[in-house]
Structures are given as C-alpha cells and as structure tokens.
C-alpha cells in the first residue's frame, strides 16, 4: 500500500510538470527540460558505448504460415560477431565462412529491399542497439508523455516519439521507456523512418540493462515482420533475436592479477599430487594433453565464446557423475562440463571437458534428453578419443579473436562418432534415466524434422551437429519413440529458444532461468527450436551485488 500511494504521488506530481507551465520568455519549460535530460543521458550513453566491443549474435528465422501452427520457420540465418560502435557500427566477422544473405556493407544494413530477394544484413540488428547517435533531441524529435511503467524493479517514464518534418532520414519513430532516477532509455520500441526508395526499415525491441554504475547498455534486441510486402514478390515474415554480451572482453583481468599485491606463507602451497619427484610418462602424457585442453579452453573463453565456470556447469556436472557412478566409470583427469555462449545447436569435447552450447541447453525438454547429449560427449573421453596436442605449444593460440572457430575445430571422425553413439546407449541403459529415453526420441525426431527448415541452428560451428550421415544420433532410441504430433498440446518434444538459460551481458555468466513454467493452451505454442520475444526483468546496479538480467521467455510451455 505504501508503494502503490507513493507510486499516484509522484505520478501526480509528474503529470502536473509535464504541461506546458509558466515558464520566463525564452526558457524551457518543465517539460522541455525533462526531455533535455534525457537527450544529454542518451548522448552519454551514445559516447560510453563507444568504449566497449561486445559479442553480437543476430539469429533470423523466416517464417512461412501453415493452416494448424499459424507461422512456422522454413528457413534461418546466422550471424556472429564483434561490434565497435565508435562513429558508425562496424563488425568483426567471428565465421567461418560468408554467410549466404549476409555483406558487411553498411549501406541501408538494417531494411529489406524493395526488388529482389530478402536479404538480412548482420550489422543492421547490432544498429539497432542506437536509437540515434546524431541527435536525440527535442529539436529533432517531438516527444509525447504517455504514463509511468514498472520493467521489472525499474520505475520507467513513458514517452511517444517521433522525429520532426524535414528533420533527414533514418530518424527513429516509435515509444521509449527511461528510467526516473537518471534518465536513462532503458527500452526502445519503434523503426526507423522514413524509409527510403531503396528499402524499408524493420521494427525492433531494444532493452537496456543497468551493467555498472550509471551505465545502461543493450543486451537484448528482438525484431520481427510479420506481412511485410515486397515488390515483385510474396509477402515475407520473420522474427530475430540479437544478444550482445561479454562487454568486460576487452579489459584484460590478467593484467589486474599480475599487479595485485600477494603475501605468501613461508610453507609453499603445493598440489596434491605433488611428490617432489618427475612425473612418470603416462602421468607426463596426460599432463601434456592437459594443458593442450586448457589452452583451448582459455582461448574460448578470452575470446568471448565460452562461459566463465558457473552452477549451470554444476548441473551438468551432476548428470556426468550420474553417468558416471551407475556405470563404474573413472577417468583420470577429471571430467569437467563449460558451456559455448552461441546459440547453434551442437556439443563437443575438448580432452576430458564436455563443451555444450546455450542454443543445445534452451531447448532440451528434460533431464533425461539432457543426459542422453552428455552421454554421447563422455562416450568419446571413455572411448579414449583424443585431443589433437598441438594445442599444448602456446603459439597454437595466438591468433586473432575472430579466427577461433577457424583454428580451433572439434569435429569427429564419422567412425568417432558412431562408437560414441552406440556407448552412449549403453550408458544410459545402465543409468537413472534408462526409462525416460522416449522422450529422448521424441527430441531427436523434432531435431530431425526440423533441420531442413533450420539448417543454421542445427549446424555446428566448433563441434559436430547432433546428426550423423542422414539420422541423428541415437536412431534407435528415436525409431522406439512414438510419433510426433504437431497439435498434441501435452507433447513437447522441444522447447522455443531462450526458455532455460539466460545469459550476463557483462560477464558473459551463464544461469538457469527461475521463470515460471507457463501451461500451453494450444499447439501454436509449443513452437520448437523457435524465436521467442524476450522480456527481461530489468533491475538497478547495486554495489556488491551482482544484478544478472532474468530473461523471462512467456513460452516456455509447461514444463
């Protein structure tokens, strides 16, 4: 009660500001000032972005309609990068390859064209990020106050906007929410216009969080058309999900380490193992592949693509011993699990670490199919299937950031792969989830529909795709399953992206969702291996506390 009265006081007290009060010639009013705040905040947060190179991960998915699920994927696209925005956005292409429907141009980069096919242009989702660098003000842009409006913990400051006559092109048109302690966009909802005769700007959901002291930086962009009209062809739908993350890369934490002040006992601290004698050759040789693990593994993460060490790594560490304990296995070094940050669907091992990739986590239905992807990556480390160690030599890893999944590949063998298929039955046959495998087959059989429409979400970038030659793996244990039924509302074969992990856009850390599980009241929302839009719980730095953002995904189905 007392936050509800509060709330009517300063919302009455605002509103009495917001009209057009007595004010000396010449000055500006209230209102006017407000909006000067709030344009001198964004022109600072323009310029502080400018400090930072965040990880840009853009996924695209077209959509077609269909009678029973409304619209559904039949195609995607896939973009990953390093974005600078220091006078304009510029990237640094992290693939392998050039995308098919992808340039680097900057020219018109975030519209689709009005003759010819519909090509999305990576760097036009990072732009998104900027409302407008060149002026965000009241002498560009008439500004509207709506009401006020909780994000999360955030009391926000409701405004329309939309830019002047003949105020130039590209100017943003749509309602921002700013927080009402600094002023701060905290989210930006709208396009850009007007259009130009070249092509026409797509629409976009930008949310801000609050990742340090007074500084409010994207992390989460969704954008989606849903009957955009193309001259000369059919109409074109898609929905996007761009995610930055890792704004702390650039500032080198070792460096901090080296010039931190130590003082160390008079008694060495040695390691267990440590017998004051040479290490035989076997222990040598695993030393030695070790180390090769290792530096991968810390090329990876300097590199912004693996997660720092969290609990969601303790979660998959208890479903390994599960494996592990029920069937009398033990591995020396130790198996440990880290999770790749992008969202292509694939898991792999780097010596005796299991490696699996957020897109994988979010859409696992259950534990058991959980296990059953974990099996298949410990097959290959009981199977004694190696790591190349010519990772151990320190100048394998030196290398540009955005030739790591050109250097570092690992991809198996097709034969390597088979053994580790036909192990990883084995374990979960002897294991605790030995009698939940249907819905692991039901996992697979989606997996399986779904790669002709989806070929960049299950297609791997570091490891290999959970499809082996023409069937995915386990295709016994999916030939068992039952049928997958598209308007069956209680079977969920797998979830919508971004409904179990969400992701620190700072640290780069990696956490289970606490978002409530929502029933599904109907077939169009089971929406497998689909983009979502995304509603973070949006909260305020708090000294020594670190605030990671809740990405609530309303489509979780009831799980």
């Known amino acids: ?47 502080t972005l400018r400090q930072y190179s965040p990880m840009v991960e853009t996924y695209i998915q077209e959509l077609r309609p269909d009678k029973e699920l409304g619209l559904v994927p039949e195609g995607d696209h896939y973009f990953l990068g390093r974005a600078t925005f220091k006078g304009y956005v510029r990237d640094l292409n992290f693939l392998n390859e050039q995308q098919a429907g992808f340039t680097n141009r900057l020219l018109h980069i975030h519209r689709l064209p009005t003759r010819g096919r519909a090509d999305f242009i990576p760097l036009g989702f990072a732009q998104m990020a900027v409302i407008d660098a060149g002026g965000f003000d009241r002498h560009h842009y008439d500004f509207r106050y709506l009401r006020r409006e909780f994000l999360g913990e955030v009391r926000c400051l409701l405004f329309d906007v939309s830019p002047k006559p003949k105020s130039g092109v590209g100017r943003f048109v749509g309602r ?88 160390e006992s008079e008694d060495s601290v040695k390691d267990q193992s440590d017998t004051g004698q040479d290490l035989s050759p076997i222990a040598a040789e695993r030393a030695w592949e070790r180390q090769a693990e290792e530096n991968v593994l810390e090329r990876m993460q300097r590199a912004g693509l693996l997660a720092p060490t969290g609990d969601v790594e303790k ?52 534990e058991a199919t959980l296990a059953a992807v974990l099996a298949h990556e410990l097959s290959h480390i009981v199977l004694a299937h190696k ?21 570092i590949a690992m991809m198996r063998s097709s034969d390597e792969e088979q053994q580790a298929d036909n192990k990883s039955l084995e374990l979960l046959q002897n294991s605790p989830y030995k009698d939940k495998l249907l819905t692991v087959g039901l996992f697979m059989k989606q997996l399986d529909q779904s790669r002709g429409a989806l070929p960049k979400l299950i297609r791997a970038q570091v490891g290999n795709t959970l499809v082996i030659g023409a069937s995915p793996r386990l295709a016994t244990v999916m030939a ?80």
């Open 1 to 47: 009660m007392v936050r509800k009265a509060s709330c009517l006081i300063l919302m009455l007290t605002f509103c009495a500001v917001m009209v057009n009060a007595a004010a000396a010639p010449g000055e500006p009013n209230a209102f006017e000032q407000a909006i000067d705040r709030i344009s001198a905040r964004e022109a600072e947060n323009v310029k």
């Open 176 to 263: 921002i929410w700013v927080e009402d302690q600094d002023y701060n966009i905290v989210r930006a909802n709208g396009t850009f216009t007007p259009g130009s005769a070249k092509g026409r700007y797509l629409h976009f959901d930008t949310w801000r969080m609050n990742l340090q002291p007074g500084v409010w930086l994207p992390a989460y962009i969704y954008s989606e058309e849903s009957n955009v009209r193309i001259a000369a062809m059919k109409n074109t739908a898609y929905k996007a999900v761009t995610r930055l993350w890792g704004y702390n890369i650039g500032r080198d934490m070792s460096q901090d380490a080296f010039t931190q002040i130590l003082v």
């Open 315 to 366: 979660v998959l560490q208890t479903v390994v011993d599960n494996l592990m304990i029920t069937n009398n296995l033990t591995l020396e070094p130790e198996v440990r699990c880290r999770i790749l940050l992008t969202v292509p669907i694939e898991s792999f091992t780097v010596g005796h670490t299991i490696v699996i990739s957020r897109g994988l986590l979010d859409v696992l239905p259950d």
């Open 387 to 407: 790591l190349d160690t010519k990772f151990a030599f320190g100048d394998r890893t030196i290398f540009a950031d955005d030739e790591t999944l050109q250097r």
């Open 480 to 559: 068992e399953a039952p049928n997958l039924e598209r308007t069956r509302v209680d079977q969920v074969a797998a979830l919508p992206l971004g409904g179990r992990i969400r992701l620190d856009p700072w640290t780069g850390k990696v956490e289970i969702s606490k978002a409530r599980p929502v029933a599904l009241l109907n077939a169009r929302e089971k929406m497998p291996f689909e983009v979502t839009p995304i509603f973070p719980y949006v909260t305020r730095w708090q000294s020594g506390r670190t605030v990671t953002p809740v990405a609530v995904n309303t489509n979780t189905g009831a799980q």
